[in-house]
């Protein structure tokens, strides 16, 4: 996957939302990040670009000091930004705001394109390259910009597919398990969920089992649906598209958006409790 292609058009589509609510009237409230502002997420995702670069560049192999705030290149004159730390931020959205957050996109973009992805560098995962950053921000990248539309009032167009497709894998190869040891989740009881993708080809089952989250595919995904057929008390099936299902994931859009649920409920509403959100 290109994900510098993606990641190109996501950030280039967020900036021209948030370029729209810099025109006096209030930063509108942003629904799916409760707490925020327009202003806030601009901020906030135009700051971990500018960290991530600093990492990529400086081939960066430890966690830098976040209180550091030489990390976000911040100009001297931020008349009308958001504080650095508490929201929301009502007032208009400042258009050097949005300048410093294209200036910023531009330089990580610039790094992921000309950079070798195998590089190692400092992550929270266990996978320490920088093309980890690619797939990880690309993917932000993507949910933020449908954060933005949705509070620009939408619309908000879907994940392109391909992309939220793979960002479902990656909840299940990275995030769930990250969350898990973040919040100290609960262990799993054997609760299986299935998402089963209506646009395309995609079928993903993830079983949580003590401290352990076990994710098969395609025909596996089958044959492990099969094996655990005696156990339907536990299990789960959603459908939908890809972008439904990654916005499901995300905890953007609620399970009634998608097409189909099927399975035991009460394991449905167990699955943020296993999978915290951040």
Do not use: N
Not at 52 to 81: S, Y
Not at 193 to 201: C, K, L, N, S, V
Request: with cysteine; proline share 7%; charged share 25%.
């Amino acid at each position: 996957m290109d994900y510098s292609a993606h990641f190109h058009r996501e950030i280039v589509a967020f900036e021209q939302v948030a370029r729209g609510a810099a025109d006096g009237a209030d930063a509108p409230l942003i629904p799916s990040c409760p707490g925020w502002t327009m202003s806030d997420l601009v901020l906030h995702l135009g700051g971990v670009h500018r960290l991530i670069a600093r990492v990529i560049r400086e081939r960066l192999t430890q966690q830098p000091d976040l209180t550091d705030v030489t990390l976000f290149d911040l100009p001297e004159d931020r008349t009308g930004w958001p504080g650095l730390t508490g929201a929301p931020h009502h007032g208009p959205v400042p258009v050097g705001l949005v300048d410093w957050f294209a200036e910023g996109a531009a330089r990580l973009e610039a790094l992921f394109r000309s950079g070798d992805p195998d590089a190692a560098v400092w992550t929270w995962s266990a996978e320490r390259t920088a093309g980890f950053w690619l797939r990880m921000q690309t993917i932000e990248a993507a949910l933020h910009r449908w954060d933005a539309e949705q509070a620009a009032g939408g619309p908000a167009r879907p994940i392109e597919p391909d992309l939220a497709a793979d960002a479902v894998a990656q909840t299940f190869e990275v995030m769930a398990p990250a969350r898990r040891a973040w919040r100290e989740a609960p262990p799993g009881a054997g609760e299986r969920f299935r998402f089963r993708r209506t646009d395309g080809p995609g079928l993903w089952t993830v079983r949580f089992d003590g401290d352990d989250v076990r994710l098969t595919t395609g025909a596996a995904d089958e044959g492990a649906a099969d094996e655990g057929a005696d156990d339907a008390s536990r299990a789960v099936e959603l459908a939908g598209t890809a972008s439904d299902l990654a916005l499901f994931l995300w905890r953007r859009l609620p399970a009634d958006r998608l097409e189909k649920v099927t399975g035991d409920h009460a394991v449905l509403d167990r699955y943020f409790t296993l999978v915290p959100p951040v």
